[in-house]
């Protein structure tokens, strides 16, 4: 009868491994839960050390030992949004909570609604887990679906046997991220719905109302001033030459996208977008607040030091961030603090890094963090709100000065015939 190795967790905590004579992994798993242990990983007495190798490469690409067909699956897949993922996380931890073993509990999940997650996601890690797989390394094969924060989170939950409470930090942590997006988004509607709409309006202004006003123009015998002359060019433009300004704008919007993608013009963007009037402070808060709270989080649920770094680096968008924690971390390997190399950068405030030194004097880098990124949560908001109440004035101040600048080409040549009638 073939034989399974096995690694499992008592409800205490405690580590426990051992060999089991059964016919497959399924029966082995059941046996596992039947004595009342958490099972970790579940494989072949012979193929066990190798299967241990493979999980712990980390360059291995583990979607390459799927199926073609879940391969192609994936490819299609889009990754869920920060809200649909914190509810998947909910729903599993609700149900783990409850009691239920973490195959009936994935059973469960593929019958709940969870938008954007599909219930072909629940139904594998099922499988994979009956199989004998931990949770961490089933869901490490959903690239598309799980990061490597979450990921790493579970494992670190399995490795602990506390996998209920790290899923529900993962869950609060999705959720805060997920909330910061929605805030930002609703601060950014009525601005990009006053644009859109004012837009609209020069566009039909200039082609509809304003060749009617040249014509009148064109019977009067004077000379027309300069604001009325730059108008009629620029509706003469509009009407004429419309298409080319559309392929204008395309071109601008390919050329702007190839000069994103660049190193050079990811670097100058990231730059701008941290000192644009108004919008920056919003944009460093929002960064900074990222940074503290992934690593914050992923240190709590006892990830290492340098793996929580890395994956805090692989999170982070902005290219001088992910190049200032990629120093911490070669600093940090070289045995430096992690409070020495944030103040060496010049990047990162001095309130997050005197609020970390403290956190290593006292043994808490983690709630440090956590605080840290507490304190950038409340000051964003605020800062949102002062951003959402000066966009609103700073609008009101360019439309003024538009209609002004049509009112007054409009006008001019009226008053300059009334004055040539005197």
Same mark, same amino acid.
């Given at each position: 009868?073939?034989?399974?190795?096995?690694?499992?967790?008592?409800?205490?905590?405690?580590?426990?491994?051992?060999?089991?004579e059964?016919?497959?992994?399924s029966a082995?798993?059941?046996?596992?839960?039947r004595?009342?242990?958490?099972?970790?990983?579940?494989?072949?007495?012979?193929a %066990?050390?190798?299967?241990?190798?493979?999980?712990?490469?980390k360059g291995?690409?583990?979607?390459?030992?799927?199926?073609?067909?879940?391969?192609?699956h994936?490819?299609?897949?889009?990754?869920?949004?920060?809200?649909e993922?914190?509810?998947?996380?909910?729903?599993?931890?609700?149900?783990?909570?409850?009691?239920?073993?973490?195959?009936?509990?994935?059973?469960?999940?593929?019958h709940?609604?969870?938008r954007?997650?599909?219930?072909?996601?629940?139904?594998?890690?099922?499988?994979?887990?009956?199989?004998?797989r931990?949770?961490?390394d089933?869901?490490a094969?959903?690239?598309?679906?799980?990061?490597?924060?979450?990921?790493?989170?579970?494992?670190? %939950?399995?490795?602990?046997?506390?996998?209920?409470?790290?899923?529900r930090?993962?869950?609060?942590?999705?959720?805060q991220?997920?909330?910061?997006?929605?805030?930002?988004?609703?601060?950014?509607?009525?601005?990009?719905?006053?644009?859109?709409?004012?837009?609209?309006?020069?566009?039909l202004?200039?082609?509809?109302?304003?060749?009617?006003?040249?014509?009148?123009?064109?019977?009067?015998?004077i000379?027309?001033?300069?604001?009325?002359?730059?108008?009629?060019?620029?509706?003469?433009?509009?009407?004429?030459?419309?298409?080319?300004?559309?392929?204008?704008a395309?071109?601008?919007?390919?050329?702007?996208?190839?000069?994103?993608?660049?190193?050079?013009?990811?670097?100058?963007?990231?730059?701008?977008r941290?000192?644009?009037?108004?919008v920056?402070?919003?944009?460093?808060?929002?960064?900074?607040g990222?940074?503290?709270?992934?690593?914050?989080?992923?240190?709590?649920? %006892?990830?290492?030091?340098?793996?929580a770094?890395?994956?805090?680096?692989?999170?982070?968008?902005?290219?001088?961030?992910?190049?200032?924690?990629?120093?911490?971390r070669?600093?940090?390997?070289d045995g430096?603090?992690?409070?020495?190399?944030?103040?060496?950068?010049?990047?990162?405030?001095?309130?997050?890094v005197?609020?970390?030194r403290?956190?290593?004097?006292?043994?808490?880098?983690?709630?440090?963090?956590?605080n840290?990124a507490?304190?950038?949560?409340?000051?964003q908001?605020?800062?949102?709100r002062?951003?959402?109440?000066?966009?609103?004035p700073?609008?009101?101040?360019?439309m003024?000065?538009?209609?002004?600048?049509?009112?007054?080409?409009?006008f001019?040549?009226l008053?300059?015939?009334?004055?040539?009638?005197?």
């Amino acid at each position: 009868m073939p034989q399974f190795s096995y690694k499992a967790r008592k409800r205490s905590g405690e580590l426990v491994e051992g060999v089991l004579e059964v016919p497959d992994r399924s029966a082995a798993l059941m046996q596992i839960q039947r004595s009342g242990l958490f099972p970790i990983a579940v494989d072949s007495a012979k193929a %066990g050390a190798g299967a241990e190798v493979k999980r712990a490469d980390k360059g291995v690409n583990l979607t390459s030992f799927l199926p073609p067909s879940l391969q192609t699956h994936l490819k299609k897949q889009r990754s869920p949004k920060l809200q649909e993922l914190a509810t998947f996380t909910t729903q599993l931890a609700n149900l783990l909570n409850s009691g239920m073993p973490l195959t009936v509990a994935l059973n469960s999940m593929t019958h709940l609604e969870t938008r954007g997650i599909p219930a072909d996601i629940s139904r594998n890690l099922r499988q994979e887990v009956t199989e004998g797989r931990a949770l961490s390394d089933a869901m490490a094969r959903q690239p598309v679906i799980f990061s490597d924060l979450y990921v790493n989170m579970v494992r670190a %939950g399995e490795t602990s046997g506390s996998l209920v409470p790290v899923l529900r930090r993962m869950a609060g942590h999705l959720q805060q991220f997920a909330d910061m997006q929605a805030k930002f988004k609703s601060a950014m509607i009525y601005p990009a719905l006053v644009i859109s709409v004012a837009i609209l309006l020069v566009f039909l202004f200039m082609t509809k109302v304003m060749p009617k006003f040249i014509e009148i123009f064109n019977g009067f015998n004077i000379e027309l001033p300069l604001p009325t002359k730059m108008l009629i060019a620029t509706s003469h433009v509009f009407t004429n030459y419309w298409w080319l300004m559309g392929l204008l704008a395309l071109a601008l919007f390919v050329l702007a996208k190839r000069y994103q993608t660049s190193a050079a013009g990811r670097r100058q963007i990231d730059v701008w977008r941290m000192k644009l009037p108004i919008v920056g402070k919003v944009v460093q808060i929002n960064l900074f607040g990222q940074f503290a709270r992934t690593l914050g989080t992923l240190l709590q649920n %006892g990830v290492p030091v340098l793996t929580a770094l890395k994956i805090t680096e692989q999170v982070m968008t902005n290219v001088h961030i992910k190049e200032a924690i990629a120093k911490t971390r070669e600093a940090v390997t070289d045995g430096k603090t992690l409070a020495q190399p944030l103040a060496h950068s010049k990047l990162f405030p001095q309130l997050m890094v005197d609020l970390v030194r403290i956190g290593e004097e006292t043994g808490d880098v983690p709630g440090a963090l956590n605080n840290l990124a507490d304190t950038y949560e409340k000051e964003q908001e605020i800062a949102l709100r002062v951003m959402s109440d000066l966009i609103g004035p700073a609008l009101i101040i360019v439309m003024s000065v538009i209609v002004g600048f049509l009112m007054l080409s409009l006008f001019l040549p009226l008053f300059q015939l009334i004055s040539s009638i005197h």
